[in-house]
């Protein structure tokens, strides 16, 4: 058989717009950055710091993309697909090392409101542009795959700085008309937990791929039922295994016991048809056992699912 065509799907993947959304991101946090520094507000920097990551996250987000693409060869025969998973997974933890600082500095700055000094009309211009960058970013990378990792964090990844351009526009207008200074690091701490958030959330999703557990949303003792129901040879359905290679590449690996020899083909299309058709499960190995098991000869492995 063909390989590209028995490697399993990788998913939708759009690089262009992931590149489009790197370059502005990229820019923005420069700019922030700058502006952060000049005016003197946590806030802005807190921002840029997310929007860093999400640049690094979207840098890793190309470069997965590009390399899940690559062809299966002898050594990866499912090709470099879980790449872009790995790239999620440090984006998440590069996340918790800068909510670290954000934390610390804020904190310091609450203990010496006295020596903090924010110019607010240049924080604000640049919280500003920082949110319209990010509402742009964002209808960009709009309409990802349901399963696709790297757009799909950059999505959530966006939608944090998002929030955390308002609240710097908030803390920017506090300072600004009623000089509460306090407003800018308190904000900061606002923004950390944004980035808390989307990092466990990231993490453990990643994480749950990594591990190769079943993916959301689907029941695999719902999928036996219906294979069961499937076909009326079909006699039993066990031993099924269902994870995610991917984004979007979901695997699974079945017995099924027979009536008999008649009907075994249009049984076994039916299988994957179903598998294919309602669980997106497009590349299945299916194993006929009949009459008996070998999987539950005595002496094998207990370590398997029911």
């Known amino acids: 058989m063909d390989e590209a065509r028995h490697r399993p799907h990788a998913g939708s993947r759009r690089p262009g717009r992931l590149l489009a959304a790197l370059a502005l991101t990229a820019a923005m946090t420069v700019f922030e950055v700058i502006g952060g520094w000049w005016s003197g507000s946590l806030a802005l920097l807190a921002d840029a710091g997310h929007m860093l990551v999400d640049t690094l996250g979207l840098l890793l987000a190309v470069v997965g993309a590009w390399l899940a693409a690559r062809p299966a060869d002898a050594r990866r025969s499912y090709g470099y697909g879980r790449l872009e998973v790995l790239a999620g997974f440090v984006n998440a933890l590069l996340q918790f090392v800068l909510v670290g600082f954000i934390v610390w500095e804020a904190i310091g700055r609450l203990l010496h409101l006295d020596a903090v000094r924010i110019l607010s009309g240049p924080m604000l211009l640049v919280a500003l542009a920082g949110l319209a960058v990010n509402l742009l970013v964002l209808r960009i990378l709009h309409g990802h795959a349901h399963d696709d990792v790297n757009t799909g964090a950059a999505a959530l990844h966006v939608l944090g700085d998002l929030l955390g351009s308002i609240a710097a526009v908030l803390a920017a207008l506090a300072v600004r008309w009623g000089g509460w200074t306090f407003a800018d690091p308190v904000l900061s701490l606002l923004v950390a937990l944004l980035i808390l958030g989307s990092a466990w959330r ?6 749950h791929i990594l591990l190769e557990g079943v993916p959301e949303g689907l029941d695999t003792t719902e999928l036996a039922s219906a ?12 031993h099924v295994h269902v994870w995610q290679l991917a984004s ?12 008999g020899e008649e009907g075994r083909s249009r ?20 194993q006929v056992d009949d009459p008996h098991c070998p999987d539950d000869l005595p002496g094998h492995d207990p370590h398997r699912q029911g």
Not at 232 to 237: E, G, H, M, Q, T
């Open 202 to 207: 990231l993490l453990r999703r990643a994480s």
């Open 227 to 238: 294979l069961h129901e499937a076909d009326a040879a079909i006699r039993d359905v066990h």
């Open 248 to 259: 979007g590449a979901r695997i699974a690996t079945l017995h099924v016991r027979l009536a």
């Open 267 to 286: 049984a076994l299309s039916e299988v994957h048809r179903m598998l294919r058709d309602r669980f997106g499960i497009r590349h299945a190995t299916v």
